[in-house]
């Protein structure tokens, strides 16, 4: 098992910046890829960008290329995202998953693990 904390959601205003943390626990030698999600009031679950545990090869989806970051720390099982010039569309429940497959998949059915989510919220 693999056990995963998301921090650092919050109340900002439209144009600022806001870093989460992920922090993994338990089996992370078997984790292939990590990746954060978010899911807003009455909307899917949406992939917003990956990154390999090992390598850290990264990728995008279209809606935050170019304003959001992944980054991982795997000496200390931590992975980040930095997310820049938010807007209030970014307002949603953002989550940290993991997998142990390699390959990509955007959709959230096949993520293996999940933290409880962290709230973020931006106002206009």
């Known amino acids: 098992q693999v056990q995963l904390v998301e921090t650092g959601g919050g109340l900002v205003q439209a144009g600022d910046s806001l870093r989460l943390s992920c922090a993994a626990s338990?089996?992370?030698?078997?984790?292939?890829?990590m990746a954060w999600f978010r899911q807003a009031p009455g909307k899917e679950r949406e992939f917003l960008t990956t990154?390999?545990?090992?390598?850290?090869?990264?990728d995008y989806a279209d809606s935050v290329k170019g304003r959001f970051t992944i980054s991982r720390d795997s000496a200390k099982n931590m992975v980040y995202l930095q997310m820049n010039s938010l807007k209030v569309e970014d307002t949603a429940v953002y989550y940290c998953?993991?997998?142990?497959?390699?390959?990509?998949?955007?959709?959230?059915?096949?993520?293996?693990?999940w933290g409880l989510g962290t709230q973020v919220t931006v106002s206009s």
């Open positions: 990154v390999t545990w090992i390598g850290g090869i990264t």
């Open positions: 338990g089996r992370t030698g078997s984790v292939y890829r």
């Open positions: 998953a993991a997998t142990l497959s390699r390959t990509l998949f955007t959709s959230a059915r096949t993520w293996n693990y």
